[in-house]
């Protein structure tokens, strides 16, 4: 199964991207699943100006990232807590694409946050849009609180008190993406 994680901070020194590596290397631990990631940061979408099939001319960039979801059997936003709210490049990445993109796929939320909350807003906002998407989002979300805390630069969890959180996470996520991708 595809699962592609959705890297959304773009900021310098990120703390969110070391979580997206953690849990890639968690995925690629489990037989038959197959973590590919994307690096909103590298992505360097443009600024939305209207979706993808309106395009004249759809930019590479906007080509390359449509591949990389529609061809995931679920996806994992995995998004900063700004200002009470997830992060503008995810929602502009959504934005691009059609909603068939996203429909019927189980969606994770991983939200982070240098505070005590991980990202609980964030969390609570993105359930609501994804099922705007037509996307099926797991109950169980992965808040990852003082995020500076839990993940090395390589993505290798220093904070082993937080593989229980982790584990669980990952165990609902999986089950209800293996149980859409069934069900088509």
Known sequence: MKITIV??????ERETHKVVLGLSKKITLTDGLDP????????KL?????IMSKLPEPDARIN???????SADALL?????????YSA?????????PKSTFYRKAIGIVTVS?????GMRAAMQLQQFILALGAITCPQML??????NKFDSLGELTDESFTKSIDLFLKEFIWLANALKNAK
Do not use: C, H, W
Not at 89 to 97: A, E, G, H, R
Not at 114 to 118: E, V
């Open 77 to 85: 936003f995995v998004s900063p807590e700004y200002n009470g709210s």
């Open 36 to 43: 590919l990631i994307l690096d909103l940061k590298e992505a």
């Open 89 to 97: 490049p995810l929602k502009n990445m959504v934005d691009f694409y």
């Open 114 to 118: 240098s505070g005590p909350l991980g």
């Open 64 to 70: 390359d990232v449509y591949e990389k979801l529609n």
């Open 46 to 50: 443009p600024m939305f100006t209207e």
């Open 7 to 12: 890297s959304a901070s773009t900021r310098i």
């Open 143 to 148: 808040l990852v609180p003082t995020v500076q």
